[in-house]
């Protein structure tokens, strides 16, 4: 793959890093009701303690140039500021905390769905018109357009509080586990079950979907025609030669939602109250929690356009036509 | 020809399958054998387990475990032993003699002494002087408004506070005492970084040991002085914008006690199997405030200024339907601006207004607001009246609230339009800002919001204050004589001078109506008693157990499922008089244990992780190889 092409492509990428970091100051700062005010349904609270409040975040400065440059400077040295809501608690410690969960949840879901989806995606489309077929895209398609939360409220409902074969939130039972680690694991994935199995059916329908207007296309190409007047058999043919043109644009898709499995879905981790960047999204907004908020959405910005840059590389390589 | 990929995936698949299959019979949570945990359910997420750091409800809980005020909070709010355990008042009652307890020991065996307090109390008097503030600022009224001059400790065993006026507020002081030897190098200008973590060493029943995103975790202290409840650790989870998961892991017996379900929840709540429901009087209020500001600012009409229009107003607003058809009957209708559960202090103001929509006509016409032609009123400069009407979005229940009160006043004639807004957007919206001009501020009319109050009233009488224009008035509202009263309530000698002053305090509020009360929400709260039993309310009558004042009804919990409930404790025997070296639990008791900076803890998170990129690795190189077959077909 030519230098060139990766020297633009990443080059491309570090400034759209910058300008989101601008993006990502101003548009926090622009919602009305700054923290300070949040902190005042509490009767206690004086007008001194407010105005102490604001000066201790550096809220009395002027917006532009001082807390930009203050907050440019800060990134830059990799120190993402306290957390507002969190009082005291570095903003990092605050994302670090919740990263791994969120990533588990959903790179597991990712997973699952990629695997699931490209195979469903794949057999109907083989068997175009077969009974798979039509089940298969009607299911992925209704599966498609639920929301996450309606997924996970069904789930929760029936194998939750009504079997009661899985726990009904959270990531662990604190105050209880047998301590060993084969405990804990188990106990870890009693809880990852239903969550997992929400963002796994949320997703399948992309795949699925993706895959089989795929594969029905690659089906149609010349080769494959070649191919079967060589009289190489239909599983032959669709090994070695329809299904690694239909993957490439799975390829790009996967590596794009990859891009989001920090991002987490609100939705799923608030009905399950799963511990992760997206519950730790919602009580930032509510309390106008600005460098927390900052920081996430650096996170999530930074690792999609990682992502999409790891997209066009990988696609590059797979695909010579589109090297230049 | 087989393709090593195919096999590859097909094993993983099977693996994924296997690894279901066998969670099914182990997806029964596990429990450990010996110990016995308390968990508590609540939505708000803990901020900081520095106790001058915390604003909300389960912050104070934490503390008040945690540690022990200077004389905490009875069953019934009174004054029960804490850090001391007596005092008394000198003659002239400018003088308070603390008697600190023999032998008390913090958490980590370092003696408690009076050395304890003044530091404490020096930390919060040395930051208050000049206006400052202590951390949040939350916990400096206790001293400032008691007229505390000085702290001092004679011995090991006294503490002496000298205030410049006789108070009685010194007893119902809400500030814990914290260890010298922990927070010596905490000073007001530095207390905001002071992260306090685990363990957190204090003088109360049950020490932090954990802190997570999730929840934080309690253990008994081996050193309290006193009695102790059945278990032995005490959890707290969070569930925050998620009441309704709280409600489902509640019913799903993986929690023991929740804090503020919905009503709807509520009631389904109370035909559960060993569940007690409780609706208790709440200490705060739900109100409907106007824009009252008489020096400009964005009220869309000067009728909100008049309070006879206010009144007027007043008697078109039918509490007991609201409370009703909003709270689903969990609430009394509101007056003054002192909730009815501060017994000592509330007071049924004369002319209560009721709901009388003939009445409420006849009042603005004869206050001057007659109706045009197209039946909606004008004001005094000749104006329409319509009046916007805003609600934060954080509670359903006032958007509910605000379509009855659309509708009772279009009944005569205001016309009324209902808006939610986001909750960081109404709070600008209120708070005046005094370095910018007027001209785009205060842009509202109406506003539902609530307050929740302190034991002593002076924290909710204060919203109303001049000098709260800017910080915690809804209202901006304004009267010279309602302040004067409140320094004179706060310097009475007396409680019984004190409640007149509040008497009258209540009664100007309630005729000039600048907040109309509509009800004092009830608190929800629901347990199991199948697990433990003992449960007391705070106060005994009309309370609830758990998020009223300091810890006490932790410590009184009972094991329910012994044979002969023994007395409250399994672990320390210890009597609750003063002396006497309390020892040490007996093995069943695990002693804190020390986590490393207060976070997450598991390494399983970790290691999960690492399997899964491993396992998206080894995918995804199979997925770009391109000489292999790529994907198996099901056949």
């Given amino acids: 793959m030519g230098g060139r092409y990766f020297i633009r492509k990443v080059a491309g990428a570090c400034l759209t890093i910058f300008m989101i970091v601008i993006l990502n100051f101003v548009l926090f700062r622009m919602m009305p009701g700054s923290p300070d005010r949040i902190l005042l349904r509490n009767p206690n609270v004086t007008a001194d303690s407010m105005?102490?409040?604001?000066?201790?975040?550096?809220?009395?400065?002027?917006?532009?140039?001082?807390?930009?440059?203050?907050?440019?400077?800060?990134?830059?040295?990799?120190?993402?500021?306290?957390?507002?809501?969190?009082?005291?608690?570095?903003?990092?410690?605050?994302?670090?905390?919740?990263?791994?969960?969120?990533?588990?949840?959903?790179?597991?879901?990712?997973?699952?769905?990629?695997?699931?989806?490209?195979?469903?995606?794949?057999?109907?489309?083989?068997?175009?018109?077969?009974p798979i077929d039509y089940i298969g895209?009607?299911?992925?398609?209704?599966?498609?357009?639920?929301?996450?939360?309606?997924?996970?409220?069904?789930?929760?409902?029936?194998?939750?509080?009504?079997?009661?074969?899985?726990?009904?939130?959270?990531?662990?039972?604190?105050?209880?586990?047998?301590?060993?680690?084969?405990?804990?694991?188990?106990?870890?994935?009693?809880?990852?079950?239903?969550?997992?199995?929400?963002?796994?059916?949320?997703?399948?329908?992309?795949?699925?979907?993706?895959?089989?207007?795929?594969?029905?296309?690659?089906?149609?190409?010349?080769?494959?025609?070649?191919?079967?007047?060589?009289?190489l058999t239909s599983a032959r043919i669709l090994r070695s030669h329809a299904l690694p043109n239909a993957l490439l644009p799975a390829v790009t898709l996967i590596a794009i939602n990859l891009g989001y499995v920090i991002g987490g879905a609100i939705t799923v981790e608030v009905v399950f109250n799963w511990p992760g960047l997206g519950t730790l999204t919602v009580t930032a907004l509510e309390a106008r929690d600005y460098p927390v908020l900052q920081g996430i959405f650096l996170l999530l910005s930074v690792s999609v356009v990682l992502a999409n840059l790891i997209a066009d590389l990988i696609y590059g390589r797979l695909d010579p036509r589109v090297r230049s | 020809?087989?393709?090593?990929?195919?096999?590859?995936?097909?094993?993983?698949?099977?693996?994924?399958?296997?690894?279901?299959?066998?969670?099914?019979?182990?997806?029964?949570?596990?429990?450990?054998?010996?110990?016995?945990?308390?968990?508590?359910?609540?939505?708000?997420?803990?901020?900081?387990?520095?106790?001058?750091?915390?604003?909300?409800?389960?912050?104070?809980?934490?503390?008040?475990?945690?540690?022990?005020?200077?004389?905490?909070?009875?069953?019934?709010?009174?004054?029960?032993?804490?850090?001391?355990?007596?005092?008394?008042?000198?003659?002239?009652?400018?003088?308070?003699?603390?008697?600190?307890?023999?032998?008390?020991k913090w958490s980590d065996g370092q003696p408690a002494t009076s050395a304890d307090v003044v530091y404490t109390y020096n930390l919060e008097l040395q930051g208050t002087k000049n206006g400052g503030v202590v951390g949040l600022g939350y916990l400096d009224p206790y001293l400032k408004d008691s007229f505390v001059t000085a702290v001092s400790a004679p011995d090991p065993s006294h503490v002496v506070i000298t205030t410049s006026r006789p108070t009685s507020k010194l007893t119902h002081s809400y500030i814990p005492i914290v260890p010298q030897h922990i927070w010596k190098n905490v000073t007001p200008a530095n207390i905001n970084d002071f992260l306090n973590n685990p363990p957190v060493v204090g003088t109360g029943p049950y020490q932090v040991v954990e802190s997570t995103s999730q929840y934080v975790r309690l253990t008994r202290n081996r050193y309290y002085w006193g009695k102790q409840g059945a278990e032995d650790?005490?959890?707290i989870q969070y569930y925050p914008s998620a009441p309704d998961t709280m409600v489902a892991a509640f019913k799903n017996n993986?929690?023991?006690?929740?804090?503020?379900?919905?009503?709807?929840?509520?009631?389904?709540?109370?035909?559960?199997?060993?569940t007690v429901a409780l609706a208790s009087e709440g200490n705060g209020f739900t109100q409907l405030n106007y824009n009252t500001y008489t020096k400009g600012g964005g009220a869309s009409t000067t009728a909100l200024q008049d309070p006879l229009f206010r009144q007027a107003l007043g008697y078109?607003?039918?509490?007991?339907?609201?409370?009703?058809?909003?709270?689903?009957?969990?609430?009394?209708?509101?007056?003054?601006?002192?909730?009815?559960?501060?017994?000592?202090?509330?007071?049924?103001?004369?002319?209560?207004?009721?709901?009388?929509?003939?009445?409420?006509?006849?009042?603005?016409?004869?206050?001057?607001y007659p109706r045009g032609a197209d039946g909606t009123r004008v004001d005094k400069q000749g104006k329409p009246i319509n009046l916007r009407l805003y609600t934060p979005n954080t509670d359903p229940s006032y958007a509910k609230d605000a379509q009855f009160?659309?509708?009772?006043?279009?009944?005569?004639?205001?016309?009324?339009?209902?808006?939610?807004?986001?909750?960081?957007?109404?709070?600008?919206?209120?708070?005046?800002?005094?370095?910018?001009?007027?001209?785009?501020?205060?842009?509202?009319?109406?506003?539902?919001?609530?307050?929740?109050?302190?034991?002593?009233?002076?924290?909710?009488?204060?919203?109303?204050?001049?000098?709260?224009?800017?910080?915690?008035?809804?209202?901006?509202?304004?009267?010279?004589?309602y302040d004067a009263l409140y320094d004179q309530q706060n310097e009475a000698a007396t409680d019984a001078e004190r409640k007149m002053y509040m008497d009258?305090?209540?009664?100007?509020?309630?005729?000039?109506?600048?907040?109309?009360?509509?009800?004092?929400?009830?608190?929800?709260?629901?347990?199991?008693?199948?697990?433990?039993?003992?449960?007391?309310?705070?106060?005994?009558?009309?309370?609830?157990?758990?998020?009223?004042?300091?810890?006490?009804?932790?410590?009184?919990?009972?094991?329910?499922?012994?044979?002969t409930p023994a007395p409250s404790v399994t672990a320390n025997p210890a009597p609750q008089s003063s002396g006497g070296t309390v020892a040490p639990a007996p093995s069943v008791a695990p002693a804190p244990v020390p986590t490393d900076t207060g976070s997450s803890g598991s390494p399983l998170p970790l290691i999960v992780g690492i399997i899964a990129i491993a396992i998206l690795l080894v995918g995804f190189i199979g997925l770009t190889r391109r000489r292999r077959a790529a994907a198996e077909d099901d056949e």
Avoid: C
């Avoid at chain 1, 809501?85 to 969120?102: Q, S, Y």
């Avoid at chain 2, 009503?263 to 709540?269: P, R, T, V």
């Avoid at chain 2, 919206?429 to 205060?442: G, N």
């Fill in chain 2, 1 to 104: 020809m087989r393709s090593p990929l195919r096999d590859r995936i097909a094993r993983t698949v099977a693996a994924f399958g296997l690894a279901l299959a066998a969670l099914l019979p182990a997806a029964t949570i596990v429990h450990a054998k010996d110990i016995l945990t308390l968990r508590v359910g609540t939505v708000e997420a803990l901020d900081s387990l520095n106790p001058f750091e915390t604003a909300l409800n389960v912050g104070y809980e934490v503390f008040t475990l945690n540690y022990d005020l200077l004389v905490n909070f009875g069953p019934n709010n009174d004054p029960v032993p804490g850090f001391a355990d007596s005092w008394t008042q000198s003659a002239d009652q400018l003088s308070w003699t603390f008697h600190i307890r023999d032998g008390m």
């Fill in chain 2, 504 to 563: 009258q305090m209540q009664q100007i509020f309630y005729d000039a109506a600048p907040y109309d009360i509509l009800y004092y929400d009830n608190n929800l709260d629901a347990y199991h008693t199948d697990k433990f039993a003992g449960w007391q309310n705070q106060p005994v009558q009309g309370g609830a157990p758990f998020f009223q004042d300091g810890s006490i009804n932790y410590t009184l919990l009972t094991d329910a499922t012994l044979a």
């Fill in chain 2, 254 to 274: 993986e929690l023991d006690y929740i804090h503020s379900p919905s009503a709807e929840s509520f009631n389904q709540l109370k035909t559960a199997p060993n």
């Fill in chain 2, 405 to 481: 009160i659309q509708d009772w006043f279009g009944q005569v004639g205001i016309k009324v339009s209902a808006q939610v807004l986001d909750e960081g957007t109404l709070v600008t919206d209120e708070a005046l800002d005094t370095t910018k001009p007027i001209k785009t501020q205060l842009d509202y009319d109406m506003v539902i919001w609530g307050w929740v109050g302190d034991p002593d009233p002076n924290a909710l009488l204060q919203i109303l204050l001049t000098s709260s224009i800017g910080s915690t008035s809804d209202s901006q509202w304004s009267d010279p004589q």
């Fill in chain 1, 137 to 231: 895209n009607g299911i992925s398609l209704i599966l498609y357009s639920m929301p996450y939360f309606v997924i996970g409220i069904l789930i929760l409902g029936v194998f939750a509080i009504g079997l009661h074969w899985f726990p009904t939130s959270g990531m662990l039972t604190i105050g209880g586990g047998d301590g060993t680690f084969g405990g804990q694991l188990t106990d870890f994935l009693a809880h990852l079950a239903l969550p997992v199995t929400t963002v796994a059916i949320g997703l399948i329908g992309q795949y699925s979907i993706l895959m089989r207007s795929s594969v029905i296309e690659t089906l149609g190409e010349d080769y494959v025609t070649t191919a079967r007047g060589k009289g």
């Fill in chain 2, 316 to 368: 078109a607003i039918d509490k007991p339907t609201l409370i009703q058809k909003v709270l689903l009957g969990y609430g009394t209708p509101g007056s003054t601006q002192v909730p009815p559960w501060e017994k000592a202090w509330h007071t049924e103001p004369n002319d209560l207004r009721t709901f009388d929509i003939a009445k409420s006509n006849s009042l603005l016409d004869a206050a001057g």
């Fill in chain 2, 233 to 235: 650790e005490i959890v």
């Fill in chain 1, 51 to 130: 105005a102490a409040a604001r000066a201790r975040w550096g809220l009395d400065k002027p917006l532009i140039p001082d807390q930009l440059v203050d907050y440019l400077q800060a990134t830059a040295a990799g120190d993402l500021g306290f957390s507002f809501k969190f009082h005291g608690e570095d903003v990092t410690d605050v994302l670090a905390d919740r990263i791994w969960p969120t990533v588990i949840l959903f790179g597991l879901g990712e997973i699952l769905a990629i695997i699931f989806g490209l195979a469903l995606g794949a057999y109907s489309g083989w068997r175009r018109g077969g």
